[in-house]
């Protein structure tokens, strides 16, 4: 794989831009008797909790077009299980691990952070802000600025000081920005964009709600759209601030429009559920696209659809003309 | 490592109606060498640039060594995923990841064993009786179903089978009623070590607890949950959760797909599936008074 697919997250610097989705890889053994997760830029994992969770009652899911509904209640083995169990066999395989970390109130972000603390291994931190809190009635951290904030700054604070900490945050919210805008401030190195939004469907043979949970989280190509918005909007606002794009992703092409629109990482998440090696698989063609649009460097085209037409970027390193075999 | 699940594009053989059912065969010869009787396929259904991301998982029929490896799957056509299955032709491409799951575990010796099965997802139990049969065991079917069309396999049962019963709802082919009310007396009658099911969970639950009566082990595919409720077969979505009893007596919830298909009967708690019991490990807990719940 080239050079030129290096990414810069802030303080994480990964050797290319295709993650996988938090909730999305499993504990990474399944995925990997389909592909090698050493070769993609991190695996991000499901959102570990402080104690085990059973999650939701079946039916959790439900097949909507062109994406999936889903209400599993976030299942979690539990901080200890995954330190024990899952975490060793990451590092063992050589993957970069981002983990992602969740919580029924702000302590309890805190305590996860602070047992993630003296763990070697972890390449950084991403916050699950989309967890109902237990303090407010069961409402979204994700959904107010101010709590938001408060759950990214409890992470920030117990975790080792310059681990890179990322928010992930929801696109169902008035303005995502002014979300964004709260985690940076609040100690974010970076941000995650987007979480599946809230959608429901509805059973017409039982005429019942389609899943147990009566809502869920809509996530695949359909939310696409949303999270490239997402995305443009919030790198708009601040382009300093690293982005790593997830929302529908199946395809190099698809990458590439995260990137073009501001995001310097991409994870792909249900495009897992329907094909195990869809990682490696974007990565080569993100590679491929890159090398026919003639964008010699990933860090050339991140943020490119905000430039004026025309725009050629600047060439900081002029690659040298091949020379001829004599 | 044989072991290990495969991704490959397989070509369609043939595509045929079976009474209330369809059979496809796929050349698929990675998934061929290594099956072994209760393991399942998960396969991506409408092309490509599919808009269905749920892979649909079947398990298999019968496995061929014709053309280095087919495998045959038998299924219903309920919804649009399988609807676009059942109109493929010869020599189209599938995507199909496979042979997934564990499967069911063989006696070491040559005992008698009773076969159990209804529904398409009954046609699994062709490929464990085969296996069995080379093994020496002896092998007895009961068959059932709604009605002679939705029994699947009767005559094969009758062929291969030490014997074979057949039990309708309507009455139409064999005896009438359902497989639980045979079972005690075919169980007798055949003296069955080990008893082994396939098919709807109704049926599944019917036969672990015949089984249990007369203190035989039994082992089940949960293949039907599987289907309706899981969306990856390959134990990444954390859908298809089941309640399962472990060796310490402590209930987890576990992947149909990656912690089973195939499952102790004994070991599931067949009353609570659809639910997180609430003695299950990691269930949601009522706040005590200590922790700030209601008084």
């Given at each position: 794989?080239?050079?030129?697919?290096?990414?810069?997250?802030?303080?994480?610097?990964?050797?290319?831009?295709?993650?996988?989705?938090?909730?999305?890889?499993?504990?990474?053994r399944?995925l990997?008797q389909?592909?090698?997760?050493?070769?993609?830029?991190?695996?991000?994992?499901?959102?570990?909790?402080?104690?085990?969770?059973?999650?939701?009652?079946?039916?959790?899911?439900?097949?909507?077009?062109?994406?999936?509904?889903?209400?599993t209640?976030?299942?979690?083995?539990?901080?200890?299980t995954?330190?024990?169990?899952?975490?060793?066999?990451?590092?063992?395989?050589?993957?970069?691990?981002?983990?992602?970390v969740?919580?029924?109130?702000?302590?309890?972000?805190g305590?996860?952070?602070?047992?993630?603390?003296?763990?070697?291994?972890?390449?950084?931190?991403e916050?699950?802000?989309?967890?109902?809190?237990?303090?407010?009635?069961g409402?979204?951290?994700?959904?107010h600025?101010?709590?938001?904030?408060?759950?990214?700054?409890a992470?920030?604070?117990?975790?080792r000081?310059?681990?890179?900490v990322?928010?992930?945050?929801?696109?169902?919210?008035?303005?995502?920005?002014?979300?964004?805008?709260?985690?940076?401030?609040?100690?974010?190195?970076?941000?995650?964009?987007?979480?599946?939004?809230?959608?429901?469907?509805?059973?017409?043979?039982?005429?019942?709600?389609?899943?147990?949970?009566?809502?869920?989280?809509?996530?695949?190509?359909?939310?696409?759209?949303?999270?490239?918005?997402?995305?443009?909007?919030?790198?708009?606002?601040?382009?300093?601030?690293?982005?790593?794009?997830?929302?529908?992703?199946?395809?190099?092409?698809?990458?590439?429009e995260?990137?073009?629109?501001?995001?310097?990482?991409?994870?792909?998440?249900?495009?897992?559920?329907?094909?195990?090696?869809?990682g490696?698989?974007?990565?080569?063609e993100?590679?491929?696209?890159?090398?026919?649009?003639?964008l010699g460097?990933?860090?050339?085209?991140?943020?490119?659809?905000?430039?004026?037409?025309?725009?050629?970027p600047?060439?900081?390193?002029?690659?040298?003309?091949?020379?001829?075999?004599? | 490592?044989?072991?290990?699940?495969?991704?490959?594009?397989?070509?369609?053989?043939?595509?045929?109606?079976?009474?209330?059912?369809h059979?496809?065969?796929?050349?698929?010869?990675?998934?061929?060498?290594?099956?072994?009787?209760?393991q399942f396929?998960?396969?991506?259904?409408?092309?490509?640039?599919?808009?269905r991301?749920?892979?649909?998982?079947?398990?298999?029929?019968?496995?061929?060594?014709?053309?280095?490896?087919?495998?045959?799957?038998?299924?219903?056509?309920?919804?649009?995923?399988?609807?676009?299955?059942?109109?493929?032709?010869?020599?189209?491409?599938?995507?199909?990841?496979?042979p997934?799951?564990?499967?069911?575990?063989?006696?070491?010796?040559?005992?008698?064993?009773?076969?159990?099965?209804?529904?398409?997802?009954?046609?699994?139990?062709?490929?464990?009786?085969d296996?069995?049969?080379?093994?020496?065991?002896?092998?007895?079917?009961?068959l059932?179903?709604?009605?002679?069309?939705?029994?699947?396999?009767?005559?094969?049962?009758?062929?291969i089978?030490?014997?074979?019963?057949?039990?309708?709802?309507?009455?139409?082919?064999?005896?009438?009623?359902?497989?639980?009310?045979?079972?005690?007396?075919?169980?007798?009658?055949?003296?069955?070590?080990?008893?082994?099911?396939?098919g709807?969970?109704?049926?599944?639950?019917?036969?672990?607890?015949?089984?249990?009566?007369?203190?035989?082990p039994?082992?089940?595919?949960?293949?039907?949950?599987?289907?309706?409720?899981?969306?990856?077969?390959?134990?990444?979505?954390?859908?298809?959760?089941?309640?399962?009893?472990?060796?310490?007596?402590?209930t987890?919830?576990?992947?149909?797909c990656?912690?089973?298909?195939?499952?102790?009967?004994?070991?599931?708690?067949?009353?609570?599936?659809?639910t997180?019991?609430?003695?299950?490990l990691?269930?949601?807990?009522?706040?005590?008074v200590?922790?700030g719940?209601?008084?």
């Amino acid at each position: 794989m080239s050079d030129r697919l290096r990414t810069t997250l802030g303080p994480l610097e990964l050797p290319n831009p295709v993650l996988t989705a938090s909730g999305c890889g499993g504990t990474g053994r399944e995925l990997a008797q389909f592909s090698d997760l050493a070769r993609l830029g991190a695996f991000v994992t499901t959102s570990v909790m402080p104690q085990a969770r059973a999650g939701r009652p079946t039916p959790r899911v439900a097949e909507t077009p062109s994406g999936l509904l889903t209400a599993t209640g976030l299942p979690s083995p539990g901080v200890e299980t995954f330190l024990e169990r899952d975490l060793p066999w990451l590092i063992e395989q050589g993957v970069r691990t981002i983990v992602s970390v969740a919580g029924n109130s702000v302590e309890e972000y805190g305590d996860i952070a602070s047992r993630l603390r003296n763990v070697p291994g972890v390449a950084a931190i991403e916050v699950n802000v989309a967890c109902p809190n237990v303090e407010d009635r069961g409402r979204m951290f994700g959904w107010h600025p101010t709590a938001a904030a408060s759950v990214v700054r409890a992470v920030r604070a117990y975790a080792r000081p310059g681990l890179p900490v990322f928010a992930k945050l929801a696109p169902d919210v008035t303005d995502i920005v002014t979300i964004a805008l709260a985690c940076v401030d609040a100690g974010a190195d970076g941000l995650t964009l987007i979480n599946a939004m809230e959608g429901m469907a509805i059973d017409t043979g039982t005429l019942r709600p389609a899943l147990t949970g009566v809502s869920g989280g809509l996530s695949g190509p359909a939310i696409r759209p949303v999270a490239v918005r997402c995305v443009y909007q919030v790198h708009a606002a601040l382009p300093s601030t690293p982005i790593i794009g997830v929302g529908g992703v199946a395809s190099g092409l698809d990458a590439l429009e995260f990137i073009l629109a501001g995001a310097s990482a991409v994870a792909v998440g249900t495009a897992l559920f329907h094909d195990p090696a869809a990682g490696p698989r974007v990565l080569r063609e993100l590679d491929e696209a890159l090398g026919a649009r003639r964008l010699g460097r990933l860090a050339d085209a991140v943020g490119l659809a905000h430039k004026p037409a025309g725009y050629v970027p600047p060439q900081v390193r002029p690659q040298e003309p091949e020379k001829e075999p004599q | 490592m044989s072991d290990t699940p495969v991704q490959t594009s397989a070509t369609v053989l043939t595509v045929r109606q079976v009474q209330d059912y369809h059979a496809v065969t796929l050349v698929a010869p990675a998934i061929a060498e290594r099956f072994r009787p209760g393991q399942f396929v998960a396969v991506a259904v409408g092309g490509e640039y599919s808009a269905r991301l749920v892979r649909r998982c079947f398990g298999v029929h019968e496995v061929k060594s014709d053309y280095g490896g087919t495998v045959e799957l038998v299924f219903a056509d309920t919804e649009p995923g399988t609807g676009w299955l059942a109109g493929r032709r010869s020599r189209d491409q599938l995507d199909l990841l496979g042979p997934l799951g564990r499967p069911f575990r063989l006696p070491r010796d040559p005992v008698t064993c009773l076969l159990a099965a209804g529904g398409p997802g009954g046609a699994a139990v062709f490929a464990l009786a085969d296996t069995l049969l080379r093994r020496g065991c002896k092998v007895h079917f009961v068959l059932g179903g709604p009605s002679a069309k939705a029994v699947f396999g009767s005559r094969m049962a009758q062929r291969i089978g030490d014997s074979a019963t057949i039990t309708t709802e309507d009455g139409s082919m064999g005896e009438k009623g359902t497989v639980r009310d045979v079972l005690p007396r075919v169980l007798q009658e055949t003296g069955a070590d080990v008893v082994y099911g396939c098919g709807p969970t109704g049926l599944l639950r019917a036969v672990t607890q015949v089984a249990g009566d007369f203190g035989l082990p039994s082992q089940v595919s949960v293949e039907e949950f599987l289907q309706r409720t899981g969306a990856c077969g390959i134990g990444v979505c954390m859908t298809c959760m089941l309640p399962v009893h472990g060796d310490d007596g402590v209930t987890r919830m576990v992947r149909a797909c990656a912690d089973g298909p195939v499952l102790r009967g004994d070991r599931v708690r067949w009353g609570d599936l659809g639910t997180i019991p609430f003695d299950a490990l990691g269930a949601p807990r009522v706040l005590s008074v200590s922790e700030g719940g209601s008084q």
